[in-house]
């Protein structure tokens, strides 16, 4: 299937070439300069002569059984992946096409040769863990295009969680993009987990990818990122992006002829279809290009653990000062004074660090562009005053129909004690929004404030840069409602890109899974910005007893110091155990399938543990209904849990030294 974009690469020659592909345009008009070494290319082990490219050449770096390779054949380049021998991407096309008619990778002379590597470990302000190691072999090719003169690069990196590429443009000047060549070979038997936009996850063949689109949206088979590829021996990988900065958002794209391949697409129009289309992007050069990243598992469960790769290759923090960075649980309230006041104490009671104003607040929110001034129904000084006082900070919505001087509205904000704000319709995609969207993130870091961006922005890494950048959108929500299936796609897929926003609608009627598997999410799903009883009042849990799950909401963190993935498949099942201190919390979720793992506890430490089991009761007639049982035991790190679920359930648990 052909988008409307599509034109003709010439057919590379060469051993395993791929053929004409088809392909289309991108890129922008904003030049912002980004050195290579602010974006971190640096040789850390001296360069050496390479033969020329028409002899076929290749270089590879490996770490822990993954290898990724990047060869000239006949002059034009080529790259592959294997995991312990085992084909990830088979042999895949690389390169840059420019707007002037020149293709980067068609034909081109090895110049120089630079193995490295490096292992440091750091410290996220939050995350899965306490401390990430950055440990890598990479080979970095300089290369120059034999047609134009023009010098380049390609840079490969192997981790022990996965491996990376990215290009570098090496010449002073400024250089206009029209399409990226990269292509995606996977092995025959492969299914990748498609979506895009906020449609469900939909598993097909590569060359499969339904059209989707509009007059005014990127039109063809593509599909967002994070893209989550199952192959038929057992192997499981997940390509992400990350590091996109003054660049196009990357999607995928079926390939005509081909049932295994998909090619890259940098976007043309936000995904919203608002905003000047962008066919082309001028960078400042020298320019490395964000990286494409496919994090790899040897087994589903591996996967989830090793989700850090995209943080590792993302710029390191750019603050000095993090203190004010809290990550916590949030309770959304109605739009009156006296349901902000209410809010407050509700949060202090269950121990949530956040109350929010959502869409609204000051007045309809397409087409009140003014976000200065709170209806008439808030008095919001009164709330942030009480909220302050009582340890609980303020978050407010902003359309981005609002964020025409962000810097002076943040500044507005932060004066009046919020401390948060959450960003709707964010028109994610071309290079302009890229750049607008690590601006407000700078912006909000000026005025410390943190910063919740939705609907459809997908992540790159960047909460490692800007950490106030805590959480974003980019998933079909569980305000819809959706399949217990989708629920556990999306530790696989997603969450493996980066923080998710998904609200968590704990004892709503319109679910379609049990509560148990509800709350199991709050320990499953990596969001340290947690939105809690989505839809609720605080007068619906007056009674405690009647929800037995309050608990449990009232102890879980956010962020974590150590987290293991016990078991999982993806569509299926999946079970997280997460550490907070010396107490760890444990999830597990399954589809509509009831089913009971066997989980060994040889992550807990010596001694003894308290566990108190949040499990499914007796199916009611639909899972909703069905009740949540609370039962205590003692464990140690010999025991097996034996944990249950009955149909789109789960359990959660706490497991606390005795």
Not at 42 to 61: F, L, V
Request: hydrophobic share 40%; proline share 6%; charged share 15%.
């Amino acid at each position: 299937m052909r988008t409307t974009k599509d034109r003709e690469e010439p057919a590379p020659g060469g051993n395993g070439s791929p053929g004409a592909l088809s392909r289309r345009g991108v890129l922008k008009g904003t030049a912002v300069t980004v050195g290579l070494a602010a974006a971190g290319v640096a040789a850390t082990q001296p360069a050496h002569a390479a033969a020329a490219g028409h002899s076929g050449c290749d270089a590879t770096a490996r770490m822990g059984g993954n290898a990724i390779t990047v060869s000239v054949v006949d002059g034009a380049l080529r790259w592959s992946v294997q995991h312990k021998g085992r084909t990830v991407v088979d042999t895949s096309a690389l390169g840059l096409a420019l707007s002037d008619g020149t293709v980067l990778g068609s034909g081109v002379t090895v110049r120089r040769s630079r193995p490295g590597g490096g292992r440091t470990t750091w410290s996220p302000v939050y995350g899965r863990n306490a401390t990430v190691t950055d440990h890598y072999q990479e080979q970095r090719w300089d290369l120059r295009d034999n047609a134009s003169g023009i010098r380049f690069g390609v840079q490969i990196r192997a981790y022990r969680t996965g491996v990376a590429l990215r290009y570098l443009l090496l010449d002073e000047g400024t250089l206009s993009v029209s399409d990226e060549l990269t292509t995606f070979a996977f092995p025959d038997g492969t299914t990748v987990y498609s979506a895009r936009d906020e449609n469900a996850y939909l598993p097909v063949a590569p060359g499969s990818i339904p059209v989707t689109g509009t007059s005014t949206t990127d039109n063809g088979p593509l599909t967002d990122l994070p893209l989550t590829a199952t192959l038929a021996d057992g192997l499981i990988a997940c390509v992400c992006e990350s590091s996109r900065l003054d660049f196009p958002r990357l999607m995928l794209s079926s390939v005509d002829g081909q049932p295994g391949t998909l090619s890259a697409f940098l976007m043309e129009h936000t995904a919203r279809g608002t905003g000047a289309v962008e066919t082309t992007s001028t960078v400042t050069t020298p320019f490395a290009t964000p990286w494409r990243a496919i994090v790899i598992g040897s087994s589903h469960a591996e996967l989830v653990d090793n989700a850090e790769l995209a943080l590792n290759l993302a710029p390191p923090n750019a603050l000095t000062d993090t203190s004010w960075i809290k990550p916590g649980k949030v309770f959304r309230c109605e739009l009156t004074t006296a349901a902000g006041l209410a809010g407050v104490d509700f949060a202090e009671a269950r121990g949530l660090e956040y109350i929010e104003y959502d869409a609204g607040w000051y007045g309809p929110e397409f087409t009140t562009v003014d976000a200065t001034t709170p209806i008439a129904a808030i008095d919001l000084p009164s709330v942030i005053s009480y909220a302050t006082g009582k340890g609980v900070g303020v978050f407010l919505y902003v359309n981005r129909l609002a964020l025409t001087d962000a810097d002076s509205l943040f500044a507005l904000y932060k004066s009046w004690g919020v401390q948060g704000i959450k960003l709707g319709f964010i028109n994610d995609g071309t290079q302009t929004m890229t750049n607008q969207i690590t601006d407000w993130a700078k912006a909000a870091a000026r005025y410390e404030l943190l910063i919740d961006m939705h609907d459809d922005v997908r992540p790159f890494g960047y909460e490692r840069t800007y950490p106030n950048w805590i959480s974003l959108e980019g998933v079909r929500g569980n305000e819809q409602f959706p399949t217990a299936t989708h629920n556990v796609t999306l530790p696989f897929a997603r969450n493996i890109g980066g923080p998710l926003d998904y609200t968590i609608c704990y004892g709503q009627s319109r679910d379609k899974t049990t509560n148990a598997h509800q709350m199991a999410m709050a320990a499953v799903y990596y969001q340290p910005l947690n939105f809690l009883f989505w839809y609720d009042k605080p007068s619906k849990y007056a009674n405690p007893a009647n929800w037995p799950g309050l608990p449990w909401f009232n102890a879980v963190p956010t962020t974590w110091d150590e987290s293991r993935t016990l078991a999982g498949s993806i569509g299926e099942y999946v079970a997280v155990a997460r550490r907070h201190g010396d107490t760890w919390y444990l999830g597990a979720m399954t589809n509509e399938t009831s089913r009971t793992l066997s989980l060994p506890l040889s992550f807990l430490g010596s001694g003894s543990f308290t566990a108190t089991v949040y499990a499914d009761g007796t199916p009611g007639i639909n899972p909703y209904q069905t009740p949540v049982v609370v039962s205590t035991r003692t464990v140690t790190s010999g025991t097996t849990l034996s944990v249950a679920m009955a149909p789109a359930g789960g359990q959660a648990l706490v497991l606390k030294p005795s």
